[in-house]
């Protein structure tokens, strides 16, 4: 992680929706997102004068985020971010009720890491998207293979499908501005703009609903 100095900082100017600033305080809450563009972590949220309130922190090329209880977990080029809540219920720091600090950095490589996700056995699992594959971590390995699509024959640094997203649960993920609409089912099939998205072993995918996806 890199802080820049305040005399290094250049411009930044964010624009948002008009009622966005009103709405995360009526919510209660905020929100966090990362741009590989260029290489930051965002929190944002609402303040009671109408402005954002913005925090930033540099990152080599974060890309996915996922969040669970007080922890984020987050890919960036070469590593896998593991951050923890330090601040209790009621406690606030610079008026901020979330303190979030990076407690671990898990090696795994340039392999273009995209989406990560925290299983029901606390087991984390990224996409690896140059081997073409989920993965988890490991202490011996740059990672350790959990599945690759049916039609890749080999474990090679060659991004050959560009897998970069992942569903959890009952539900199918989809990114990069993708929507149902722009979907096409045949068979166990899920494709988009002429290339296979998944294929969903025994399941006949033109019977799928909006309902079975969501957005990531």
Known sequence: MIEIPHSQKSGLGITASHQLTSWL??????????TYQTNRLFFI?????????????LFDKPMGLYGLGENLYMTSRYQLWHFSNLLRNGEHYRQCDRLYVPRTAYTTGDVNAHEVVVDDSQN???????????????PDYSFV?????????????????????????????????VTFNDLFFQGNEIRYNGQTLAMLNGINTSTLTEDAFISI
């Open 145 to 177: 293979p959990l599945w690759q699509p049916p039609f890749i024959s080999q474990l090679v640094a060659q991004d050959r499908c560009h897998l970069n997203s992942l569903g959890q649960g009952d539900q199918l993920g989809l990114t990069n501005g």
């Open 45 to 57: 949220s609402g303040q009671a004068n109408g402005r954002l309130k913005v925090h930033e922190r």
């Open 124 to 138: 984390i699992i990224f996409v690896n998207t140059d081997f073409s594959c989920l993965a988890t971590l490991s």
């Open 25 to 34: 305080r009526e919510q209660n809450l905020s929100l966090a997102c990362t």
